[in-house]
C-alpha cells in the first residue's frame, strides 16, 4: 500500500494526471481577480498594533496560455493605495483534476472540474507607481504559488480561481530597509479570480 501511495503521488506530480485522463487541449483565456484579505481587513499589522494600509481594492489580471497540463500566465497588478503595480509571469503544473458531476477523475475538456495547480511565479514590482523605471524602488519578488481552480462552470467557458503564494518581498525591503519575508503566513496574500476561456 506504501509503495502504491507513493506511485500514485509521483504520477500526480509528474504527470498531472492520476488514473487514465485525455491529453488537454491547448487554449487561451484572460483572468481578473482582487486580493480578498485586503478587501476584508486590510494590510498586515505594523509593531504597533496598526495596519499598513486601511481596507482597499487590489486588482490582477492577466492572460494564460494552458498546453497539455502546463500553463503560462503573464499578468498585471495594481495596489493604487500604496503607489503598487507588479508586472510577472507565473509557469505552473496542473497536479491533479476531479470531476465535479460524478466525483470521479474528469475529463478535462468537457467536464465540470476542480482543478489543483502548483508553479513558481516571479515579477518585477514598482513602489510609487512605477514599474522598470526607478531601479530604486523596482524589485524582482519570486514566489511558490498555489492555485484550486474550478474549472468550466456549468460547462461553460468560465472559471473561479483562488490561488495563494509564499513570495519574497524584497519591494518591502527597499522600501523600508527591513529584512525580506516570505509572507504567506506573516502577511497571507491570496486573490479571488474570474477567468473565461477564449477558444
Given at each position: ?33 482582487f ?5 476584508i ?15 482597499a ?6 492572460f494564460s496560455i ?13 495596489f ?15 497536479i ?58 456549468f460547462?461553460?467557458?468560465f ?23 516570505w ?17
Amino acid at each position: 500500500m506504501f509503495i502504491a501511495a507513493i506511485l500514485i503521488i509521483y504520477t500526480a506530480t509528474c504527470t498531472g494526471q492520476i488514473g487514465w485522463q485525455p491529453d488537454r487541449e491547448d487554449r487561451i483565456s484572460i483572468i481578473n481577480g482582487f486580493d480578498v484579505k485586503n478587501a476584508i481587513v486590510g494590510g498586515k499589522k505594523n509593531d504597533e498594533g496598526v495596519r499598513r494600509n486601511t481596507q482597499a481594492f487590489v486588482w490582477k489580471g492577466g492572460f494564460s496560455i494552458n498546453r497539455d497540463y502546463w500553463e503560462g500566465h503573464l499578468f498585471l497588478s495594481v495596489f493604487q493605495q500604496i503607489d503598487y503595480t507588479s508586472i510577472g509571469i507565473s509557469i505552473n503544473r496542473e497536479i491533479a483534476t476531479f470531476s465535479l458531476r460524478s466525483g470521479y477523475f474528469a475529463d478535462p475538456n468537457n467536464d465540470s472540474t476542480l482543478a489543483f495547480l502548483t508553479g513558481v511565479q516571479g515579477e518585477f514590482v514598482g513602489r510609487d507607481g512605477m514599474v522598470m523605471f526607478n531601479p530604486e524602488l523596482t524589485t524582482f519578488n519570486p514566489s511558490i504559488i498555489g492555485k484550486i481552480r474550478w474549472d468550466r462552470i456549468f460547462h461553460s467557458r468560465f472559471y473561479l480561481e483562488f490561488s495563494g503564494s509564499f513570495t519574497a518581498r524584497y519591494d518591502i525591503k527597499a522600501l523600508n530597509g527591513d529584512n525580506s519575508k516570505w509572507q504567506m503566513f506573516e502577511n497571507p496574500s491570496g486573490f479571488l479570480s474570474i477567468g473565461i476561456i477564449l477558444n
